[in-house]
């Protein structure tokens, strides 16, 4: 009925995670399902975000990548997820990829509405595009993002591309 989709997948080039890759895989894909259980209706816009966010930030902390606590790291201005998670979780999606709608109405952060949907798309990457950021070798060049479709109901989230697996065995079993 000309509606858009917007997921993606991320997957090892030879079939199988790298352990580094897979550390970082588990830690964005813990992070979106945090982020999907947020997409009830009376939340606000920004939850999944920032549910997302908290994730990554303790995953990071756990793999050694930063030495901050958890509210330093989460700091919007001098926090250290920032160096590798530059974008915000997700975006409405309709009749166009980033559908048109009103995210602060009134400077307020608008409330998730029976029927509204919204991409969830955590990721974290590690790229030579940013040579100011230090990282460890072994997750040098690795990005990953994991991006699904979500409909807000009054039972909850429904992931509408949910059939897409994410899982890091299903991916390895159809890629590799």
Known sequence: KGYASDITRSWPVDGKFS???AEIYQIV??????AIDECRVGRPYDAPHEA????LAEG???LGLTNQSLEEALDPENGDLKKWYM????????IDVHDVGVYSPNGEK???EEGMVITVEPGLYFG????DVDCPERYANIGIRIEDDVLITKEGPDVLSSDCPKTIANI????G
């Open 19 to 21: 352990e580094a890759q």
């Open 87 to 94: 974008h915000n979780t997700g975006h409405w999606l309709g």
């Open 60 to 62: 990071l902390i756990g």
């Open 52 to 55: 997302a966010r908290r994730v």
């Open 128 to 131: 030579a595009w940013r040579p």
């Open 172 to 175: 390895e079993e159809i890629v």
């Open 29 to 34: 894909l813990d992070s979106q399902l945090a």
């Open 110 to 112: 608008r409330l998730f």
